[in-house]
């Protein structure tokens, strides 16, 4: 069984920075994509950012150049450092791991006030 434990979610005035973590646990294949998903009420689930086992990362156009995407693969840990938040990045913010399966983390809140 996998489980994927997030923390850093909280709030933070706008222009101001946070880190999320995610550490993954049990049998996990070595070839995965970690990242980043986030949701706010009503709207679907988006991808914000994604690292794969390898090192190659994605962003989102509209947290490129804010956010980055790492991981300790020996840690099985995920981080996302977001720079320069907006209220607009305020959502739940959702760890993911995917290899032959899909597994996501329980969500952490992050609230950006203006």
């Known amino acids: 069984q996998v489980q994927l434990v997030e923390s850093g979610g909280g709030l933070v005035q706008a222009g101001g920075s946070l880190r999320l973590s995610c550490a993954a646990s049990?049998?996990?294949?070595?070839?995965?994509?970690m990242g980043w998903y986030r949701q706010v009420p009503g709207k679907q689930r988006e991808l914000v950012a994604s690292?794969?086992?390898?090192?190659?990362?994605a962003y989102a156009d509209s947290v490129k150049g804010r956010f980055t995407i790492s991981r300790d693969g020996a840690k099985n840990t995920v981080y996302l450092q977001m720079n320069s938040l907006k209220p607009e990045d305020t959502a739940v913010y959702y760890c993911?791991?995917?290899?032959?399966?899909?597994?996501w983390g329980q969500g952490t809140q992050v609230t950006v006030s203006s």
């Open positions: 690292i794969t086992s390898r090192g190659s990362t």
């Open positions: 993911s791991l995917k290899e032959i399966r899909d597994f």
């Open positions: 049990g049998n996990i294949f070595s070839l995965n994509v």
